[in-house]
């Protein structure tokens, strides 16, 4: 038998970051042993489109069906065979989006799957999830200030204020500048807002009572110094998670915390102002996931010097970014297998963005466990970015890990980050 015949798979219930029960599977071969754990996205921010986490009646119903289905037609199989398994899983499913099994529960037994294969077979996870050589490490988004859904009490309607060192020469010295900058930003908040106690949110990006453009400014007044101090250029970013903040009855977005309210047009101009005044690199879900046009408008205007970023719009969906590329709705694009179910689906996406010039964004959920798949995908999959956060065990987990393929593999470097290059552009 070979040594990564499918001999058990375990599953349970454990903890993530927010203290919520989530879903560990094991999968135990012959030779070897891969663990995969779920993130989770915020009620709020997860995407309309992504696959739903877990079967109709939740988290028991998934591991029912896990229990009676899924893993008595696992045992036996190769798990070097992932396309097949991966096949497999989403014909029990019987639905194009997980919606009978759930997003979380195949994204993990796909996901163990590649790592017990990879175990068994004594290679690393990067390794086995892109086999010819051409590895890369992504440069990590930084999460600064949060607000949205991911945040509680009065803070910023945007849901992530970020920061790239695009000058960084390595993984580790981009990673100390994000947790420079982020320490740094906190010491701002503390002199500037005596109600500010050192609070947090979800992704451990600081919770600040503050409006969008007052939370760019600080970090800006951060990443200036940091950037003068380590002769390293450094980029801003935001992710607005539109979806949230966007009122379709009214049809406006409506910004509670500014008191403010814009219309799609009023918007395309708010972000672009805001692109220009901070040198933003990078704007990730601008506008609603219905509205791709809103999307083409900005990628057109601005695409040449900021990467226009779509998450919850294509929500790592094959369907939903052709639709896009047809659009030239974005230069990048957030993947995150948990929205599209397995290993085979994410990179069928990944793909198609990357024929079309499209820039790859390996990205965590807010909702985490130490779990550090996505830092290995980041790498096969020559991802430009990672977003996993600044601080926090559950976030630095994917980054020491880049860290460490760093250190272990002298021929694997950071990506070039280039420009913004205007791709995609319809
Ligand atoms: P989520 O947010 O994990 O809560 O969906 C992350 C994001 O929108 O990028
Ligand atoms: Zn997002």
Request: with cysteine.
């Amino acid at each position: 038998m070979p040594e990564t015949t499918i001999a058990h798979v375990r599953y349970r219930t454990v903890y993530d970051s927010r203290g919520i029960e989530t879903l560990e599977v094991d999968v135990i071969t012959e030779k070897g042993f891969g663990r995969a754990a779920a993130p989770f996205g915020a009620p709020g921010s997860r995407g309309e489109f992504e696959a739903p986490a877990y079967a109709r009646g939740g988290l028991r119903e998934s591991m029912a069906i896990l229990e009676k289905t899924v893993i008595p037609s696992l045992i036996g199989m190769d798990a070097a065979e992932q396309e097949k398994i991966d096949d497999l899983l989403q014909r029990i499913d019987g639905t194009p989006n997980f919606e009978k099994i759930g997003g979380n529960t195949a994204a993990v037994l796909s996901t163990a799957v590649g790592a017990a294969a990879a175990d068994s077979l004594k290679i690393p996870l990067f390794k086995w999830f892109r086999r010819d050589e051409g590895w890369t490490l992504p440069y990590p988004l930084g999460n600064i200030i949060g607000g949205g859904a991911h945040s509680l009490g009065p803070a910023p309607d945007m849901q992530e204020h970020l920061i790239v060192p695009i000058g960084a020469k390595t993984v580790r010295q981009a990673i100390e500048i994000n947790l420079r900058i982020h320490d740094r930003v906190g010491k701002l908040l503390e002199k500037k807002d005596p109600g500010f106690a050192g609070g947090t949110d979800d992704e451990n990006a600081w919770a600040a009572n503050l409006n969008d453009v007052e939370a760019l400014q600080i970090i800006k007044e951060a990443a200036d110094r940091i950037s003068d101090e380590e002769g390293v250029a450094i980029g801003m970013g935001l992710d607005l998670a539109a979806d949230r903040f966007w009122d379709p009855a009214g049809g406006v977005y409506r910004y509670d915390r500014e008191g403010a309210s814009r219309t799609a047009r009023q918007q395309l101009d708010f972000l672009g102002e805001l692109i220009v005044r901070f040198n933003l690199v990078y704007v990730e879900d601008g506008f609603n996931s219905n509205d791709y046009d809103s999307f083409s408008l900005l990628n057109r205007n601005f695409g040449d010097r900021c990467l226009i970023c779509a998450d919850d719009v294509y929500a790592s969906n094959h369907e939903r970014t052709k639709t896009g590329i047809g659009k030239g709705s974005a230069g990048a694009m957030i993947i995150k297998p948990n929205q599209v179910g397995t290993i085979t689906g994410a990179k069928r996406t990944v793909s198609l963005a990357r024929s079309h010039g499209m820039k790859i964004i390996l990205s965590h959920r807010s909702g985490e466990t130490p779990d550090d798949s996505i830092a290995h995908l980041s790498v096969a999959w020559n991802a430009l970015m990672i977003k996993t956060g600044v601080k926090g065990g559950e976030r630095l987990a994917k980054l020491n890990e880049l860290i460490r393929i760093e250190q272990d593999f002298e021929g694997i470097r950071l990506i070039e980050w280039g420009t913004a290059s205007p791709v995609n552009r319809a």
